[in-house]
């Protein structure tokens, strides 16, 4: 049975860590190896908190890292260094699972020797609480775009719920540092594994729930957010422009964002109101507002 080097990336004051690390705890026995928490900001606290979430873990070694605030790439590329694990499995901290997520990631691994695999990330039921919240479980997501499950694409490189093998890093594979802010940093480097050779395989049973609400004002803010971070990944990537922001011309553009604009100019049925914010909060960070 391979080894995982689980490693999930938090913040300080994070009240969702506790909880992934209670849900972990569940599926420890279905194979073996380390978890490593690295906190981007330090919090001493919090690590005691989830040290006791998590409880004994036979045949697991857990380390808690407080790192200098750099933002989540610089803190995953710090963890990375202490990774021994055959297969590094990455996870969000406000996600919880069933039983069955390693397994599942084994199992694909075994069908699919050398991909990276993706698991099939859900919206928690509880976190659909709100229309909005309704909207966005139904509308932010793209794995309908995936035609292969052997071979989803780069842009599904997504730290979320995602394994890949060690030997990727081993070989020099790191986050690129400039992403001060959690958006398009994993995308990155899933683009340039892919130009590596790497594919991105779909688990869809490794099923993994996204256990965060949002009020209309935070994801405008997320919205932002990613138009920042998409603008660096395109100054990187400038052959990609058209792939990212999607071409409003074609009826269904490939870009990860396409529909946002479409839906913008009218391309297609209207949305409720705030699918216009989002938009347009995206593009201002994209042109640096």
Same mark, same amino acid.
């Given at each position: 049975?391979?080894?995982? =080097?689980?490693?999930? #990336?938090?913040? *300080?004051? =994070? &009240?969702?860590? *506790?909880? #992934?690390?209670?849900?972990?705890? &569940?599926? +420890?026995? &279905?194979?073996?190896? /380390?978890?490593?928490?690295?906190?981007?900001?330090?919090? $001493?606290?919090?690590?005691? /908190? #989830?040290?006791?979430?998590?409880? *004994?873990?036979?045949?697991?070694?857990?380390?808690?890292?407080?790192? &200098?605030?750099?933002? *989540?790439?610089?803190?995953?590329?710090?963890?990375? /260094?202490? #990774?021994?694990?055959?297969?590094?499995?990455? +996870?969000?901290?406000?996600?919880?699972? $069933?039983?069955?997520? +390693?397994r599942a990631h084994l199992e694909a691994h075994a069908l699919r020797p050398g991909h990276a695999v993706m698991g099939n990330t859900r919206w928690a039921p509880e976190s659909v609480n709100s229309e909005f919240m309704h909207w966005v479980a139904h509308h932010d997501s793209f794995y309908y775009l995936i035609a292969d499950a052997a071979d989803a694409g780069w842009e599904y490189f997504h730290t979320m719920n995602l394994s890949v093998h060690r030997r990727w890093f081993d070989e020099g594979a790191r986050f690129d540092e400039t992403f001060p802010e959690p958006a398009f940093e994993d995308t990155e480097l899933g683009r340039r594994l892919a130009a590596s050779g790497m594919k991105i395989a779909l688990a869809y049973r490794a099923v993994l729930y996204h256990v965060h609400s949002f009020t209309e004002d935070q994801y405008v803010e997320k919205a932002r957010m990613r138009g920042r971070a998409a603008r660096r990944f395109l100054e990187l990537h400038p052959e990609l422009t058209a792939r990212i922001l999607g071409d409003f011309e074609l009826p269904a553009p490939a870009g990860l964002l396409g529909r946002w604009f479409r839906r913008l100019r009218g391309v297609e049925p209207a949305e409720p109101p705030w699918q216009r914010r989002i938009a347009e909060a995206f593009l201002q960070g994209y042109r640096g507002g």
């Open positions: 049975m391979a080894d995982f =080097s689980i490693l999930v #990336c938090t913040r *300080p004051g =994070s &009240e969702f860590l *506790p909880r #992934c690390m209670e849900s972990l705890r &569940e599926v +420890l026995e &279905e194979a073996g190896g /380390q978890i490593i928490t690295a906190c981007d900001g330090g919090d $001493p606290a919090l690590g005691e /908190q #989830c040290r006791e979430a998590l409880g *004994p873990a036979e045949g697991w070694e857990w380390k808690w890292l407080d790192m &200098e605030r750099r933002g *989540p790439a610089a803190a995953r590329n710090s963890a990375l /260094q202490h #990774c021994t694990g055959e297969l590094i499995l990455f +996870l969000n901290d406000d996600v919880r699972f $069933p039983p069955g997520l +390693l």
